[in-house]
């Protein structure tokens, strides 16, 4: 089917960011109706898409291919969730897009729905273009938890799906060229004591107790960490950060406690070693239960990784990357703080960058907005990728 001959509804991009936003996808809550939204509108131009639904089925990614079917091309990628807007101080409904003194405000506005509404706004442009190299377009989910959503569509490529040339994920870096971020891992830590009287601790087990000798340990996992320092000093900090972010448990002063549960993460440089900081808090989990179990024998320590987002590790002069300063107009790279769905493209071995319009410095915030500025130079950057589709 030709440009001319299908029927679909044009939208300028500030439009489709005003259709995109007014979808609540808070992490927490699906993302259908977006999907169903975005799969109707490129079905009407004739563009094909696939889901890759979650093991619940309340949430899906989704892929499409604009130009050629049959050969890999230029991937944007962006997720369709947003972080919650409770407890926030919101001026304006965050989920009804309102222009202002040259800002666009709601909720994902710039983290990062602007990017997906330029690269579907676009559509019918680039489907009149006689695109050589497909664009292919791909919506994920999650990232804001987990940066899961990704995982089985990346896993589909160079099988069901094309094998991409080169990756733009397409959060908010000012259309800089983002090469490089830290992972992040995130643990749960269940300790199990054994309650007892305070004045008896020899008939028990305090989970509290060797819940603090954990975090005591990792306290000075981070506190070593600031001792092997990044050597490209790109990185702000420039090493490895160990954090906790909950420390529950007990239930009285004059109780032993039963149960404690420790939220904790690190954030780990593209050089360093992932496996490292699990595995030396493991070795002492095992010493802490070996203590517990002397006077209850029931006791447990045990730690679940909630999620793993790899680095971003720089892959100087990669396609991605050139592609990228070419849209762009930049001469060079930067290296971020936040953590992307990036690597696990990278991983795949697929040349992969972040860049996209508006500022990281808005995302999260009430009264998120993105600059009518960022969003129409993420419009030329789109353009100018459509050109150099063209071209093959």
């Known amino acids: 089917m030709t440009a001319s001959a299908q029927a679909g509804q044009r939208f300028t991009p500030l439009e489709m960011l005003a259709r995109l936003v007014a979808f609540d996808t808070i992490s927490d809550k699906s993302n259908l109706p977006l999907i169903d939204f975005v799969e109707g509108y490129l079905t009407s131009w004739g563009v094909p898409s696939v889901r890759f639904p979650n093991a619940a089925g309340d949430k899906a ?130 300790v199990k004591g054994f309650a007892a009287h305070s004045s008896k601790p020899e008939l ?73 900081g699990p595995a030396r808090f493991a070795a002492l989990s095992e010493k802490v239960q070996e203590r517990m179990r002397k006077t209850a024998p029931s006791a447990s320590v045990s730690t679940e990784m909630t999620s793993d987002v790899p680095g971003l590790a720089p892959e100087p002069g990669s396609e991605a990357e050139r592609l990228a300063m070419r849209l762009s107009g930049r001469n060079h790279t930067i290296a971020v703080a936040y953590a992307t769905e990036a690597g696990h493209f990278q991983q795949a071995g697929l040349p992969t960058v972040v860049c996209g319009p508006g500022s990281i410095d808005q995302a999260h915030q009430p009264d998120e907005y993105i600059t009518l500025e960022q969003l129409e130079a993420g419009e030329t950057f789109m353009r100018k990728l459509m050109t150099e589709c063209q071209a093959g």
């Not at 940066?147 to 800089?176: F, H, N, Q, Y």
């Not at 001792?227 to 000093?233: E, I, K, N, T, V």
């Open 61 to 190: 990614a989704l892929f499409a291919t604009v130009g050629p079917q049959d050969r890999g091309g230029i991937v944007l990628s962006g997720h369709t969730d947003v972080v919650p807007v409770a407890g926030q101080a919101w001026s304006r409904d965050p989920f009804t897009l309102h222009v202002e003194n040259g800002r666009a405000y709601g909720r994902g506005a710039v983290d990062m729905k602007a990017f997906l509404a330029l690269g579907l706004a676009l559509v019918p442009d680039f489907l009149a273009a006689g695109l050589r190299t497909p664009i292919h377009l791909f919506l994920s989910y999650d990232e804001e938890v987990t940066c899961l959503g990704v995982i089985d569509g990346i896993a589909a490529m160079g099988k069901t799906l094309p094998r991409p040339r080169a990756v733009i994920v397409g959060e908010p870096t000012s259309l800089d060229i983002c090469d490089a971020h830290k992972g992040v891992r995130t643990f749960q830590t269940i």
């Open 204 to 276: 028990g087990a305090s989970a509290v107790h060797a819940g603090a000798l954990l975090a005591a340990e990792l306290d000075h996992m981070a506190e070593d960490a600031k001792q092997r320092l990044d050597a490209s000093g790109r990185f702000d900090p420039p090493y490895d950060t160990v954090h906790i972010g909950s420390f529950q448990g007990g239930i009285a002063r004059n109780i032993l406690a039963d149960h404690a549960e420790i939220l904790w993460e690190i954030r780990t440089l593209p050089t360093s070693d992932p496996e490292a």
